[in-house]
C-alpha cells in the first residue's frame, strides 16, 4: 500500500489537487497500485485553522507517507503578514523539513499547444528542457536575515549562502539528468559579481569530471533569461541555485504557453517525494471552476514515475493528457488571444483526462 499525503493548500489548489486525485487513482486502478489518500493542511488554510502555515501533524504525516502531493500556497489574505508567518512559510519549511533539495522542473511543449505561446510557433516546437533547482538552500534560507533600524532608517538583509557539498550533490542530480536526455548541462551563475556563484563554477566543474559523458557550459543568469525567449530549443538540462530557479523555471513554464501546465517534483535525502504544480494559488481564478488542473495531473505522472517506480502509469498519464489536448479541449489559460474555442473548467478537464486513460 502506497500513502499518499494531499496538501491542497489555498487559491486553487483545492481544485487542482481534486483533480489530480481522480486521476492517481484511476491510474492506479489500472495499474494494479495500491494507492491510498489523506489530505492535510498547508499554508493559509493552516495558518487559519491552527495558527501555523505547517502544523506538526501535516509534517509527521509527511514523514510517513510515500509522496506529498501539494496544491499552492497563499494568496492576498495574507499577503501582509511578515515573511516568517507567512503561507509560503509552510511550504518552504516543508521542503526543507523533508530534506528535498533537489527541484526537478521539466519545460516541454505540447505539440497542439505550440500556438498557445505568446513566442512565435518555429521558435516553441520542441523545446524540452529540464531545470534543475537547488531548493534548499541559498538566498531563501541564509542567515543572516532580517530588519532593523539603523540612524533612524529601515534596513532589510538576505544572506545567499552555499557551501560546497550542497552545490555538488544538486550538481549530481543535474548531471545524471542529462546524461539520460540530451547530454547537455547549464549551469546557471553571476559569477561576474558574486562569490557564492564562483564557488559554484568550480564546484560544478569538478563534479563535471565524473561525468565525462555530459558536455558542461556555464552560462550567466542574465544572459541565460534572454536566451529562454530568443533559443530555447539549445538548453537541455538547466542547473542553478534556488533564487535563479525560482525565476527561471516560471520563464521556462512560460514559454511552453501557460503556466498551468507545468508539473515539479521534489526528491532528496529523506525519500519522500513531493509535487507539485509551478504555478501559483493564482486567487483571482479560485473557487469558480476555471483553474487548469493539469499541471498537478503531470506533477500526479512525476509522482508515479519518482516515488512509486511505475513509469508506465505516468506515461499513460502523459498521454491521456497530450490526447486531450489534441482533441481540442482547453481551459481559458490555454486560449490565445481572440481563439473562438468553448471553454472548459477545471473538473470538466479533469473528467477529459479520466476519460482517455486506457480501460
Ligand atoms: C515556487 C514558488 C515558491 C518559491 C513560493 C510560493 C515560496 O514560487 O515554488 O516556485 O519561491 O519557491
Ligand atoms: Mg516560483
Known sequence: MHRILLL??????????????????????????????????????????????????????????????????????????????????????????????????????????????????????????????????????GEPRGREQRDGRRRAFNAMVYDEEEIARIARVAFRAAAGRRGHLTHVHKANVLEVSQLWVEVVSEVAREFPEVELAHQLVDSCAMLLVREPRRFDVLLTGNLFGDILSDEAAMITGSLGMLPSASLGESGVGLFEPVHGSAPDLAGRDEANPLATILSGAMLLEHSLGAPEAAGAVRQAVARVLEAGARTRDLLLPGEERPVLGCRAMGEQVLRELPA
Open 8 to 141: 491542497p493548500g489555498d487559491g486553487i489548489g483545492p481544485e487542482v489537487v481534486a483533480e489530480a486525485r481522480r486521476v492517481l487513482g484511476r491510474a492506479g486502478e489500472r495499474f494494479g497500485l495500491d494507492l491510498t489518500f489523506e489530505e492535510g493542511l498547508i499554508g493559509g488554510a493552516a495558518l487559519d485553522a491552527t495558527g501555523s502555515p505547517l502544523p506538526e501533524e501535516t509534517l509527521e504525516r509527511a514523514r510517513s507517507c510515500r509522496a506529498v502531493l501539494l496544491g499552492a500556497v497563499g494568496g492576498p489574505k495574507w499577503d501582509a503578514l511578515p515573511v516568517d508567518v507567512r503561507p509560503e512559510k509552510g511550504l518552504l519549511r516543508i521542503r526543507k523539513e523533508l530534506g528535498l533539495f533537489a527541484n526537478l522542473r521539466p519545460a516541454t511543449v505540447f505539440p497542439a499547444l505550440v500556438g498557445a505561446s505568446t513566442l512565435r510557433p518555429e521558435v516553441v516546437r520542441g523545446i524540452d528542457l529540464l531545470v534543475v533547482r537547488e531548493l534548499t538552500g541559498g538566498i531563501y534560507f
